[in-house]
Each structure stands twice: as structure tokens, then as C-alpha cells.
């Protein structure tokens, strides 16, 4: 009773059953038990940070696309698909598609040979201690920030929708993650993920179904949509980035492909420890590679429980949407109510229980993956190199176990410092931008140009890091500087992202040739299993054609260009 | 996996299960008794057809991947 009070707030827009109230309320138990289950099977390193690293490809790889589905994900791109229609899918196409397979075809055997622990950890073996400190440092600050700004996301959401006491939402759901990381590690986790994709999926997909019947299918979507905002286009991908002014979102084509599919998108899926950890766990390369190949089957099917119900909320809503900063009033919806309202639209008792425990799977699958990642960074590139190299491996599991605590302990604090400064959401893909993209450059220079050298690792990730914290500052002080940096004026923030992304790995990448050409490179026995041509990849020659990652990496390229040219 | 004596299927299915019959059992239910609240295309029924759908699913995870003795 007393939870069902703390559930029910005056001015919910929704009211829960009884019977969505049992629904919450075994999701919270099975996870937690499943960590408690968990805890036996992880008492040395290598299972606590890496779980053993015996995961099938299945586990690995709804894991691997899990981790990056976040509540902000789902919630943020259904609003977003509300303002700007159908380019959103850019950031499941174009924006994930090539950089995941290429994950899996090119970087994957480096990462899995070499037997690292983490993305920095890398970059330590191919550069050194400098490169290794500044990519741990960036990387940990950046996921406890995301993973409060998540919380916190997650908690208004909660609070505007469900009438949830916010405080009760950050707290339950965060120590809830706390709990099942700390006795399970990662093996905990990716259990986790797996069971939250499923409730994900479950949860969300009644509304593309439901809604399509009741359009009439997807003719009759598009019909309602061009009724409810006649002149508007939101049913383009492609075909209205010519000009900057022609479509919603204020984008150009040169920004989707290089700043969003190149710099942005290689950045996150390629080096983002938060989704590489997942796959790294898998039991062997070839899992490893399959594994990431199936999450980006996944991946592409997810804006139909994303993109469609935002699409849905433009044809079927009776009234309109508007921006957060004209919320609060009554009666009025903002954005990011899209996918709730549509799950209150088309759910009645038991299936909105099922809804919003999707929407919390989501808010758990990220935060615990943010958390993982963040253990693994601390434990094994901060404190083990910095702080205290000699301990034995009961004590580093120790260190991840109560660190796991500690990284929800910040990330709590980080949520209520966001609560008194609201415009940080703004900020979180700026601070993306900032401290993801450049690791890409260097970690793929590392990889192919065997000439690469330490002293350029380091230079270009920091080049990197300066030049999209410079160009942000410059556009912030300076609003005019938007035509230089992003080519025009009517960029809008996604856009201005894009080509911030581009302009800083162009900087990385020629901070690092240079300083390569004038610097000493390693010897080149110190980069066998690092650097292509010096590391022997495993034969397939074994498998048949159907057992092979690049056919069915193939498969996907085909049905991702099938998907580009089909909504063009 | 194979040294986990469940597997996380198992898990997944059992899961599904419950809720499948929480959600057929609500939308028998509400077959006969009115909702309080508005719902679309509520003449459907889709928490029946969900709620079957996610039990007939979780039954067979749970049949597939029930713990064997030896898995023990």
C-alpha cells in the first residue's frame, strides 16, 4: 500500500491498476534476484569485469544493443521523431548501421586479441600510460554525467506522466541497478540486459501495431500526417537535406553522412566502452563478431517502436505537442510525452504496467551499462595504474563491487545537480561530442597505420577534445560563428553537433598524422596483435559461408541501404 | 553459460509467463467490466491477444530451457 501511495501523485495524466502495480513491482524482484543468483558465479576478476568472457552471441548481442537503449533513447527519439518526423532514423540507420558492422569486421579482432579489458586499456597497450589516462579520466567523467542526466530524464518523466514522486523514482530504480551490479559485475548486467530487451520490445510494440490498424496502415499515417501539418515533410530521409532550410531539422546531407555517420556514429559504436564491453564478454571472436552483427539487426528494427509510435503521435493525436520550455501548464503535453501518451492511448490495465516497466527496463539497461563501463574504467585504467598497481584480484573485485555503488552514489548526485541546472540536458550530446569522437580517430589510426606513434595518441586525442570544447564555446559567445562552424545559420542543435563531430575528428586525425611523421614509432614487435598487418586474425576457412561474419554483415548492409533507398 | 545451472532464457520465459496471464486474465476482465479510462481501439481486445501471445511465448522458453539435473 504504502508504494502504491508513493506511485499515485496529484496531477498523474495516467493511473495504474493493481494489476500494472504486480507488474512493476516482479520486474523490480526478478532483477534483483537474478543479480543475487548472479553473485556466485562471479568472484574472480575476469568474471566480475568481463563475465568470464563465455557469452554466446545471442546474450552478447541483445546485451551489446540493450546497454545502448536507454530510457533517454527511447523517449528522447519518439520526441524527437515528433519535431522533426522521419530523418530521427538517421540515428539507427545511417548513424549506427556501417559503424556497428564495421565494429565487427575491423576493430573487434583487435580488441578481443589483444585480450584487453577496456577501450582505454587498448590504447594504453598501443600508446601508453598518456593516452590511456586521458581517455579513462574523459570517458569515466562523461558516463557518470550521461548516466545522472539519464536518472534524472527518467525521473521528470516519471514524475509528469505517472504523478512518481521523483525522489522515489531516482532512488528505488538507481539502488535497484546498484544492487544487481554490485553482487553480479557484468555477468549480472548482461543477464539483466537481455530480460530488458525482451520487456522492451514486448512493451513497446503494442503501439505500432495497435496504432497502424487504427490509421489504417502506413498509407493511412502518412494521409493523416499530411492532413495535420499540410506543406510539412516528415516523411523524408534523404530527399530534403539539400538545402539547410528545407527540412525541420535544419540539416544538410554533408552533416548526416560525415558528421552523424562518420565522426558521431563511429565514435559512440566503435569506442564507446559502455557497448564494446558487451561484445568483448562474448566467448570467442567469432561470437563476438556475430554478436555485434545480430545487435545491429536489432538496432535497425528499433525504430519501429521508436520512430513509428512518434509518427503515430503526428497522425493521431487531437491536439498539439510542444517544446519542454512550454510545459507545465495544464492540459498541455510537451515532446517528451510522445511515447507515454501513445502507450496510455492504446494500453489498458496490464499492458500500460507492461509499458512503463519497458520504459524502466530502459532506464536500467542504460544506467547499468553506464556503470559496468565506469567500474571496468576506474578499477583497471585509473585506480590500478595510478593509484595502487599491486594489489591482489580479490581486492580489484572488492574495488569493482563497491565502486559499482559508488558510480550510482555520483550518478544520483549528478541527477540533483542537473535538477538545479536544468539546461545540462541541453549539454549532454555536447559533452558526447567533447570526449567520444576523438577516440575514434585515434584508436583507428592505432589500428591500420602501423606508424602511428605514442606521442601522437595522445597529442590527437587531445586535439581533439579542444577543438570541439572551442568550437562549442565559439558558438556559444558567438551565435554567428553557427554559419562557419555548422556552414549555416538555420542549423539547428543536432545539426550544429554534426559538424562540431566532423571538425573534431578532422583536428584528431591531423594532429596525429602530424605529430606521427615527427615522433619516434614503437618498435614493431611491441605492436604485434594491436595494429593490422601485425596481428594474425583467425582463419574462417573452417566455417561455411553461412557461418561467417561477413556474409551475414552483408545481409545487413543490403537491407540498410534497402531502408535508405525505400524511405529516400 | 553452460556452468549457470539456469539459463537466462529460463528466466525470460518464466518472466513472460506471469505476465501473460496477468495481462489475458486483465483483459478478460475487462471484457466485462468497463475501463475508468479511455482506450483506442479498445473494441480489439489486444491485452487478450497480447497477453496469449507473451504466454504461449514464455511457455515455451520456459519448456525449452527448463534447468536440467544436469546442469547441476
Keep these: 500500500m504504502a508504494a502504491a501511495c508513493l506511485f499515485r501523485a496529484a496531477g498523474a495524466r495516467l493511473s495504474l491498476s493493481p494489476v500494472d502495480l504486480i507488474i512493476i513491482v516482479l520486474y523490480f524482484g526478478l532483477v534483483l534476484g537474478l543479480g543475487v543468483y548472479l553473485r556466485r558465479f562471479t568472484t574472480t576478476a575476469e568474471e566480475f569485469f568481463m563475465a568470464g568472457r563465455e557469452m554466446t552471441m545471442w546474450v552478447a548481442g541483445l546485451s551489446f544493443i540493450s546497454a545502448n537503449l536507454g530510457s533517454l533513447e527511447m523517449m528522447g527519439y519518439a520526441a524527437a521523431t515528433y519535431q522533426y518526423g522521419i530523418l530521427v532514423a538517421h540515428a539507427y540507420w545511417i548513424g549506427a548501421i556501417p559503424a556497428i558492422l564495421f565494429l565487427a569486421l575491423v576493430m573487434l579482432p583487435f580488441y578481443y586479441i589483444c585480450k584487453t579489458h577496456s577501450v582505454p586499456g587498448y590504447l594504453k597497450l598501443r600508446f601508453g600510460e598518456g593516452a590511456r589516462s586521458l581517455s579513462a579520466i574523459s570517458f569515466a567523467v562523461m558516463t557518470i554525467l550521461m548516466s545522472g542526466i539519464n536518472m534524472y530524464s527518467m525521473a521528470v518523466i516519471m514524475k509528469v506522466i505517472l504523478g512518481w514522486n521523483i525522489h522515489f523514482s531516482i532512488w528505488v530504480s538507481s539502488m535497484t541497478v546498484a544492487l544487481y551490479v554490485m553482487a553480479g559485475g557484468l555477468l549480472s548486467a548482461i543477464f539483466n540486459e537481455v530480460l530488458q530487451f525482451f520487456l522492451i520490445w514486448i512493451g513497446c510494440l503494442v503501439i505500432p501495431v495497435v496504432g497502424l490498424i487504427e490509421t489504417g496502415g502506413w498509407a493511412g499515417m502518412v494521409n493523416r500526417i499530411q492532413t495535420n501539418f499540410p506543406g510539412q515533410d516528415f516523411m523524408h530521409l534523404w530527399s530534403t537535406t539539400g538545402t539547410f532550410s528545407n527540412n525541420p531539422m535544419g540539416a544538410h546531407w554533408t552533416g548526416i553522412l560525415f558528421g552523424w555517420g562518420l565522426a558521431i556514429s563511429f565514435g559512440y559504436w566503435t569506442t564507446d566502452f559502455l557497448v564494446v564491453q558487451r561484445v568483448m564478454a562474448a566467448k570467442d571472436l567469432r561470437s563476438a563478431q556475430l554478436g555485434t552483427i545480430i545487435g545491429a539487426v536489432f538496432k535497425m528494427m528499433v525504430p519501429l517502436i521508436v520512430i513509428v509510435p512518434g509518427l503515430l503521435a503526428l497522425a493521431v493525436l487531437p491536439y498539439r505537442l510542444v517544446p519542454e520550455s512550454q510545459g507545465g501548464l495544464a492540459n498541455v503535453h510537451t515532446y517528451n510525452e510522445a511515447l507515454p501518451l501513445m502507450l496510455a492511448r492504446y494500453c489498458g490495465p496490464g499492458l500500460l504496467g507492461l509499458g512503463v516497466t519497458a520504459l524502466v527496463a530502459g532506464f536500467m539497461s542504460g544506467m547499468a551499462g553506464n556503470v559496468t563501463a565506469f567500474t571496468t574504467v576506474w578499477t583497471y585504467d585509473i585506480y590500478k595504474p595510478l593509484i595502487w598497481k599491486e594489489a591482489s584480484e580479490t581486492h580489484y573485485v572488492s574495488m569493482g563491487r563497491w565502486c559499482s555503488l559508488l558510480g550510482v552514489f555520483v550518478s544520483i548526485g549528478t541527477a540533483y545537480l542537473v535538477m538545479n541546472f536544468s539546461s545540462i540536458i541541453v549539454y549532454a550530446q555536447v559533452i558526447f561530442v567533447f570526449f567520444i569522437v576523438p577516440m575514434f580517430g585515434t584508436v583507428i589510426l592505432g589500428m591500420l597505420w602501423k606508424r602511428t606513434t605514442p606521442a601522437a595518441g595522445f597529442w590527437g586525442l587531445l586535439a581533439g577534445i579542444l577543438t570541439s570544447f572551442a568550437l562549442w564555446l565559439w558558438v556559444k559567445f558567438n551565435p554567428d560563428a553557427l554559419s562557419y562552424v555548422a556552414f549555416s545559420g538555420y542549423a539547428k542543435d543536432m545539426s550544429e553537433n554534426m559538424y562540431r563531430a566532423m571538425w573534431s575528428l578532422v583536428a584528431n586525425v591531423l594532429v596525429t598524422v602530424v605529430v606521427s611523421l615527427v615522433t619516434k614509432p614503437k618498435p614493431e614487435h611491441e605492436l604485434e596483435g594491436l595494429v593490422y598487418g601485425m596481428t594474425e586474425i583467425p582463419s574462417e576457412g573452417g566455417f561455411s559461408i553461412f557461418q561467417r561474419p561477413i556474409t551475414w554483415a552483408a545481409a545487413v548492409a543490403l537491407a540498410f541501404v534497402a531502408l535508405n533507398i525505400l524511405f529516400w | ?72
Design chain 2, 1 to 72: 553459460m553452460e556452468k549457470h545451472a539456469v539459463s537466462v532464457w529460463f528466466f525470460i520465459g518464466a518472466l513472460l509467463t506471469i505476465y501473460g496471464v496477468l495481462i489475458l486474465v486483465s483483459g478478460i476482465y475487462g471484457l466485462f467490466v468497463p475501463l475508468n479510462h479511455t482506450v483506442a481501439m479498445s473494441h480489439l481486445h489486444i491485452g487478450i491477444w497480447w497477453g496469449s501471445g507473451m504466454l504461449l511465448i514464455g511457455v515455451g522458453y520456459i519448456v525449452r530451457f527448463r534447468p536440467r539435473r544436469k546442469n547441476l
